[in-house]
T-cell receptor, first 115, second 114 residues
Framework: AQSVSQHNHHVILSEAASLELGCNYS??????LFWYVQYPGQHLQLLLKYFSGDPLVKGIKGFEAEFIKSKFSFNLRKPSVQWSDTAEYFC?????????????WGLGTSLAVNP | KAGVTQTPRYLIKTRGQQVTLSCSPISGHRSVSWYQQTPGQGLQFLFEYFSETQRNKGNFPGRFSGRQFSNSRSEMNVSTLELGDSALYLC?????????????FGEGSWLTVV
């Protein structure tokens, strides 16, 4: 069965620190990959996505993610975080081989950025 | 353009009761999905509807059901509520069921079962 693992459940950083959130998935075929963010009191919104092509994907607000197929990973990065990046971050994967193309979600990583 | 709208935002129910949650998708979106979000289990897919037909289903018991109307609005129903059903229920919409369609989430309905 497909699964998505986000290794860090809680991350605390100071402003200007660099961020990397891990995401690994278990699925042997072709995938679509997503990172969503949920700011306090707001709805989930798309940060970035990978469908095909350049494995380094740029998203909104200075975020990027790199798809490494051999490692089944799609880690999220930001070189310098801001207090406003405090939020919950979710990685999601959709397997494309077969009829059941549900989005499978990680449990999320809670990021707190101290000013 | 209005986003995905869910009602009610908060509700408290008693064990054994049933509940109906409503979702209005973004205008022009014909696909609606439902998710259950809890701290321990994260986001879990319930079902997806497109053109009034259930297209995909997660691994939830039959107490969880849904439907979609001709105007793409959707409802989900949970019967015989259990304490473990307490969660944030999220609705998401997208234009179609193609893999390239981005999904947009509503703010959710917080359900507390006591």
């Amino acid at each position: 069965a497909q699964s998505v693992s986000q290794h860090n459940h809680h991350v605390i950083l100071s402003e200007a620190a660099s961020l990397e959130l891990g995401c690994n998935y278990s699925y042997g075929g072709t995938v679509n990959l997503f990172w969503y963010v949920q700011y306090p009191g707001q709805h989930l919104q798309l940060l970035l996505k990978y469908f095909s092509g350049d494995p380094l994907v740029k998203g909104i607000k200075g975020f990027e993610a790199e798809f490494i197929k051999s490692k089944f990973s799609f880690n999220l990065r930001k070189p310098s975080v801001q207090w406003s990046d405090t939020a919950e971050y979710f990685c999601a994967v959709r397997g494309l081989d077969g009829n059941n193309r549900k989005l499978i979600w990680g449990l999320g990583t809670s990021l707190a950025v101290n000013p | 353009k209005a986003g995905v709208t869910q009602t009610p935002r908060y509700l408290i129910k008693t064990r054994g009761q049933q509940v109906t949650l409503s979702c209005s998708p973004i205008s022009g979106h014909r696909s609606v999905s439902w998710y259950q979000q809890t701290p321990g289990q994260g986001l879990q897919f319930l079902f997806e509807y497109f053109s009034e037909t259930q297209r995909n289903k997660g691994n939830f018991p039959g107490r969880f059901s849904g439907r979609q109307f001709s105007n793409s609005r959707s409802e989900m129903n949970v019967s015989t509520l259990e304490l473990g059903d307490s969660a944030l229920y999220l609705c998401a919409s997208r234009t179609g069921t193609g893999d390239g369609n981005t999904i947009y989430f509503g703010e959710g309905s917080w359900l507390t079962v006591v």
